[in-house]
Each structure stands twice: as C-alpha cells, then as structure tokens.
C-alpha cells in the first residue's frame, strides 16, 4: 500500500532549465509535505516543505505547489544546475508535528551540462 | 553542530549473526528515528524516541530488532540473527519537535 508515489523513476533535464519533480498521494490524512535530495553514499537532506494550509512555498530556485483537491504535490527547481544531480523524495505527514514521515520511491534527477 | 552520526557506515555480516548499530544525534534534538532503505525504495519508518521512551515501533521492526536509547543521548539498533532480507540501508535521524528530520549517512548492511 503505497501511500506516496513518485511515478517517475528517472528524469533528465539541461542545464538551466526547469525540472519538475512530481509526486501524488492517497491518504486525504496527509497535511504536511516535504521534499528530501539524496546523494550516493548520504543521507537525505530537507529541502523545502509545504503545509496544507498553503498551496505554494519557494525557497531561492525551489519552489513546492500542493493541489488538495488532486492530492498531487510537485518540485519545480529554476533554473537547474548539475550540483542538483540526484535522488529526490516526496514525503507526507498527518500534522506538522508528527513524528513519522512516509516517503515516496524517489525520482533521480540527472542535470546536464 | 556536527550532525547526525551513524557508526558503522558498512557491515558485512553471516547469516545469523548479531549486529548492533550506534547512532548519535545532535546533541540538542529530543527526538531520534531509525529508517530502513532498500534499494528502489524511500526510507521507512521503523522506531522513534522522544529522549529515552521509545513511543512506536513499526510492525516491519520484528522480534529480533530492538532499538534502545539510554539516557535520551545516543540509540543502538540491534538485529539478531540476521537474515538475507534485513540487507539494508538503516538511517538513522533526529530533530526538535515540529522541524524536519537531519538524517546521517546510514548504517549499509550486508548480510551474506
């Protein structure tokens, strides 16, 4: 019962551009949302997260959109460098002070020079 | 600040064996999570403490897994007789009430 879905398992974008990372969930439960970046052999680091009562949070070239009613949340970072070169979790909460975040499969994000 | 500390960062072991993971958080965050990663999957959720209670343990956190946090500082995760299946990444994170996880770099487990 996968309750976070990232259903691109890979992405590659030039340099420059936009990448768009995307992921959907099914539990209407869920009100708090982060998004985690992965390199190999490191644990995930924060990025950005977006509470339910927002529908937009953007910190410098990331930026998070939340559609509720889609149950649908989505990455957008401009303009992509190849240091973005990564893994890229979705995560979701119940409430902003849980103690357990559900994380997505992970999108590999691949920018190119 | 020097982050999250997980020790060892790989382990080979034999089917059947005991292994035991040490985690050390920052120093000011009451709260400490373990994680399990599997390849092509995201971390999940295994245990958590708020100092030294352990307030939920995941049903994947079978019988031969315990997890201790003495004195609310550092946590161990122990796993007995390991199996073939519990070849993992094991992450382990911490955080102040309401903020995000800081992760470490994890434990790799290899159970051969």
């Known amino acids: 019962d996968q309750q976070v879905k990232q259903n691109s398992p890979s992405l590659s974008v030039q340099e420059g551009r936009i990448s768009i990372l995307n992921c959907d969930y099914t539990n209407s439960m869920f009100d708090y949302f982060l998004w985690y970046k992965k390199y190999p052999a490191e644990g995930p680091t924060f990025l950005i997260s977006i509470s339910s009562i927002k529908d937009k949070n953007e910190d410098g070239r990331f930026t998070v959109f939340l559609n509720k009613s889609a149950k649908h949340l989505s990455l957008h970072i401009v303009p992509s460098q190849p240091g973005d070169s990564a893994v890229y979790f979705c995560a979701a909460s119940p409430f902003s002070g849980t103690y357990k975040y559900i994380f997505g499969t992970g999108t590999r994000l691949k920018v190119l020079a | 600040d020097t982050g999250v500390s997980q020790d060892p960062r790989h382990k080979i072991t034999k089917r059947g064996q005991n292994v035991t993971f040490r985690c050390d958080p920052i120093?000011?965050?009451?709260?400490l999570y373990w994680y399990r990663q599997t390849l092509g999957q995201g971390p999940e959720f295994l245990t958590y403490f708020q100092n030294e209670a352990q307030l939920e343990k995941s049903r994947l956190l079978s019988d031969r897994f315990s997890a201790e946090r003495p004195k609310g500082s550092f946590s161990t995760l122990e796993i007995q007789r390991t199996e073939q299946g519990d070849s993992a990444m094991y992450l382990c994170?911490?955080?102040?009430?309401?903020?995000?996880?800081?992760f470490g770099s994890g434990t790799r487990l290899t159970v051969v």
């Open positions: 994170a911490s955080s102040l009430p309401g903020r995000g996880y800081t």
């Open positions: 120093s000011e965050h009451n709260r």
